[in-house]
C-alpha cells in the first residue's frame, strides 16, 4: 500500500487559493462558518480516510458482500464508518440547519468525500447515497416523511439509497413496470422488481430507506406516469417497532470491481404487503429523482477522480522507488540504476495522470461552487448558476469516468509486472474505476443529455454561459507572459467548439435528428477537453500570481510542478479536439447506415 492517497496540498491550493471558500462566507447562509472549521473538517476527514477505511481497502475487495438467508453480509468497518459518519456530521455536512445539517459549503462536503472515495471507494458510497436519499425527502417530502425517516438518516443507523433499474428498463425509466396502489390508510402497496440498487440491504445499519420509482394504477403512460416513493426495507409498526416491509433481495451480483458495496436484486410485494409513502406530487416522480441523479452523476465523477488520484500517488510512489535501467546517455553497465521516474517515458505517464486528475478535481470544485452560489443567490444570478451546473454535471460526470480508465490504466503500466498483481492496488483500483462510465448514466447517454438537451435548451443559453465563464479565464490569462500562449490556444478550441456547435444544431434544424445526435459522445469528449483545459489555465493563473508575489521556497516545486500539468495538457491532450472536430463536422452517417446483420462474421 502507498503511503498517500491524496495531495493534502492540492486540495487546500484548490480550495482557499484557486476558488477561495472563504469567500462564500459573506454570505448569511455560511456565515456561522470560517477557516478554522473548514480545515478541521480537512484534518479529520483525513485522519478518518487514512486510519479507518484505506487500512481496509484490500479487505473489502477480497471479503465481499455475501447474501445468507436473505440477508445481505458486509465488511464490519461498514457500520463503524456508518455511525462515524452519522455521528461526526459527515452525512448531513451541507444539509440546513432547520434538518440537523451542518450547512457547510457543498465545496467543503465534497472534499470530505473526495477524501473518503479515494482512501476507500465501496466504504464511501454508503454515506453518499445517504445523503442523497435524505436530500431528497428534505426538499420534496412531506413534513411526516422528514420526521420519520431523516433523523435515522443522517445519524447513520438507516441508509437511504435508490431504486429506479429494472430487468427490462435500465436508461430507459419509460418502461419501468413497478407498480404502486392507493389504499385509504395513506400509503400504497408496491410490486414489482429492482436491479443494480447499491447498498439496498445490509447488516451494516438497522434499516434501508429506498426511494423507488413506480407508477400509480392508471398513471399516464412514459415518464409522465412515475412517482417517486419512500418504501423502508422495514417499516415501523403500530407500536413503534420495525416490522419486515415485504422487501426481500432475490439476488447479489458479483462484479469486476467497487466489490465492498452490495450491488442487489429486489422483489417488492411478492406477499401483497410492501408499503410506500408517496414523495410530494403524484406523476412527478422522474423530476424529482433528478436531484439525486444530477447529485450523484457528479459524485461519480468525484468518485472516479479520487480512485484515478490514488492510482497516481500509488505510481509515482512506486516510480521514485523502483530501480531500473540507467540513462541513455549512460554506457556504462557498472553505473547503479536510476529510479524509473528518471525515465521521459514514465515522467510522461506520471504527467498524464497528473494532468487529468488533477484538472478533473478542479471541474469538480467549479462545479461545487456554482451549487454553492446557488443556493445563495437570487433571481437571474442563480438562474446563471443552474444553467452552468446543468451544461457541465454530464461533462463532470464522464470526463473522470472516461479518462480515469486510462489514467489509472497508465499508473498500473507504472510498475510494470507488479501493477498487474494484487500485491500492489493499482489492479484493484483499475477494476473499481471501470464502473464509473456505467453507472449514473452511461457515456453514451450523457453525450446524448448534453448535446440534445443542455445545448439546445434556452436558445443555447448555458452553453453561452460557459463560452463566458471561459472567456473571463481566457482574459485574465492573456494578461501574464507566461500563460498568453496557453490562452490563445484555449480561444481557438473554444472557438471550434463553437463552430462544431453551431455546424450540429444546424443538421437539428433541417430535421436530421439521427445525424445530429450520432456522434454526441464525441461532441461529449470534445467539450470535456476544453473544459480541463480552461481548469488548467485558471490553476495557471494563481500558479503565476503566486510565484510573481514574493519568496516560496516551500511551495515552489509544488507551483512548478502545476505548470509542467498545464504545459502537458495543452501539448498533448488539447490538440485531440482537431480530430474530434473533423469528424463531428463529417457527418457522413456511418453509424446510422450501418446495418445490424452486417457485424455478423
Known sequence: MAEKFVSERNIRFLLYEVFDVLELLKYPYYAEHNKEVFDMVLDTALRIGKDMLYPVLDEMDK?????????????????????????????????????????????????????FAAA?????????????????????????????????????????????????????LAD??????????????????KIFISASEHDGVENVIQLLLAKIRGAPAGVKGISLFVVPNKRIGENGELVPNDVNVTGIYHKLGYRGCPINQLSLGENDDCRGWLVGEPHKGLMYMFQMMNESRIGVGMGATAIATAAYHAALE??????????????????????????????????????????????????????????????????RYSLLLEILTSVVKSYPSEMGILSVSQGLQCLGGYGYCDEFPLEQYYRDVRIHPIHEGTTGIHGLTLLGRSVTRNNGKAF????????????????????????AQLKAAVDRLKAVTTYLVGLAIKGDAELFLADATLYLEMFGIIAIAWQWLLQGITVQEALGSGPIDADLNFYKGKMYALRYFFAYELPKIEVLAARLEKSDGLTVEMQPELFEG
Open 120 to 172: 476507500n471507494y465501496s466504504a464511501s458510497v454508503y454515506p453518499a447515497l445517504t445523503t442523497g436519499a435524505a436530500r431528497l425527502i428534505t426538499t420534496f417530502g412531506s413534513q411526516e416523511l422528514i420526521d420519520t425517516y431523516v433523523p435515522k438518516m443522517f445519524n447513520g443507523e438507516w441508509q437511504g439509497t435508490m431504486a429506479l433499474t429494472e430487468p427490462q428498463a435500465g436508461s430507459s
Open 63 to 115: 471479503d465481499q458482500p455475501e447474501l445468507v438467508d436473505g440477508k445481505v453480509k458486509v465488511h464490519p468497518v461498514v457500520r463503524e464508518f456508518m455511525r462515524e459518519c452519522g455521528q461526526g456530521g459527515w452525512i448531513a455536512a451541507d444539509a440546513p440547519f432547520e434538518h440537523g445539517g451542518q450547512q457547510l459549503p457543498v465545496m467543503i462536503s465534497l472534499v470530505s468525500n473526495f477524501i
Open 318 to 383: 512506486y516510480a521514485k522507488q523502483r530501480p531500473q535501467g540507467r540513462r541513455l546517455t549512460s554506457k556504462d553497465p557498472t553505473l547503479p540504476q536510476v529510479p524509473i521516474i528518471e525515465h521521459a517515458d514514465v515522467k510522461r505517464m506520471l504527467l498524464f495522470q497528473k494532468s487529468v486528475v488533477e484538472g478533473s478535481l478542479a471541474l469538480l470544485f467549479q462545479c461545487s461552487k456554482y451549487r454553492d452560489l446557488e443556493m445563495v443567490l437570487e433571481g437571474e444570478e442563480r438562474n
Open 176 to 193: 419501468i413496470t413497478t407498480t404502486a396502489e392507493p389504499t385509504d390508510k395513506g400509503y400504497y402497496k408496491i410490486k414489482g422488481q
Open 464 to 487: 453561452q454561459l460557459f463560452v463566458e465563464e471561459v472567456s473571463k479565464v481566457i482574459g485574465t490569462a492573456e494578461k501574464d507572459t507566461e500563460l498568453k500562449p496557453y490562452a
